[in-house]
Antibody, heavy 122, light 107 residues
Framework: EVQLLESGGGLVQPGGSLRLSCAAS????????MSWVRQAPGKGLEWVSA????????YYADSVKGRFTISRDNSKNTLYLQMNSLRAEDTAVYYC???????????????WGQGTMVTVSS | DIQMTQSPSSVSASVGDRVTITCRAS??????LAWYQQKPGKAPKFLIY???SLQSGVPSRFSGSGSGTDFTLTISSLQPEDFATYYC?????????FGQGTRLEIK
């Protein structure tokens, strides 16, 4: 079964850091680009970051550029999101998502994890 | 950045109705558009890619059309399980952007 399983969410103070993980199974992880997408409570979907299949190229939304870092370990079939200098507006459910066809470019997302909640509050 | 605008923001309809949701891109994206369905507390579900290609397992009452800047998602005969929020997403270029969502409610 194709599956993505996020972990690492929780409560963190403003200015703090958190690292999210996404464990992939059921497909050839190293063949596909991956993204993180977030959803603030009661709000719509916001793309956060993407990484090519090899990890050689990364892309970020302006709202997180310079604070978040996406990475992957293809030997462990795992995607990561290092989040630093967290702000209240980063509070959201964070989903990892598999790109449908592309190893590198913008794409639709055919597989989503269940999400992990990040709350930034003092 | 490419802005995606959906209309309406919400719609009320009855089981059996035909419903159309519109998505407009701020610049041409050819056919690089996806549609998702999301139910409360759940991850989005991939419905349609490349504007009109139905994903495996998605009922045929769902269809998509459009190219360039204007796209539509149509549900031909609403079923109880279709009441949800729908999002369009441009897959043309980074940053990837979503529409604000259309909430489909039971009348």
């Amino acid at each position: 079964e194709v599956q993505l399983l996020e972990s690492g969410g929780g409560l963190v103070q403003p200015g703090g850091s958190l690292r999210l993980s996404c464990a992939a199974s059921g497909f050839t992880f190293s063949s596909y680009a991956m993204s993180w997408v977030r959803q603030a409570p009661g709000k719509g979907l916001e793309w956060v970051s993407a990484i090519t299949n090899s990890g050689g190229n990364t892309y970020y939304a302006d709202s997180v550029k310079g604070r978040f870092t996406i990475s992957r370990d293809n030997s462990k079939n795992t995607l990561y999101l290092q989040m630093n200098s967290l702000r209240a507006e980063d509070t959201a459910v964070y989903y990892c998502a598999k790109h449908t066809y592309s190893s590198g470019g913008a794409d639709g997302f055919d597989i989503w994890g269940q999400g992990t909640m990040v709350t930034v509050s003092s | 950045d490419i802005q995606m605008t959906q209309s309406p923001s919400s719609v009320s309809a009855s089981v059996g109705d035909r419903v159309t949701i519109t998505c407009r891109a701020s610049q041409g994206i050819a056919g690089w558009l996806a549609w998702y369905q999301q139910k409360p507390g759940k991850a989005p579900k991939f419905l349609i890619y490349a504007a009109s290609s139905l994903q495996s397992g998605v009922p045929s009452r769902f269809s998509g059309s459009g190219s360039g800047t204007d796209f539509t998602l149509t549900i031909s005969s609403l079923q109880p399980e279709d009441f949800a929020t729908y999002y369009c997403q441009q897959a043309h270029s980074f940053p990837i952007t979503f529409g604000q969502g259309t909430r489909l409610e039971i009348k």
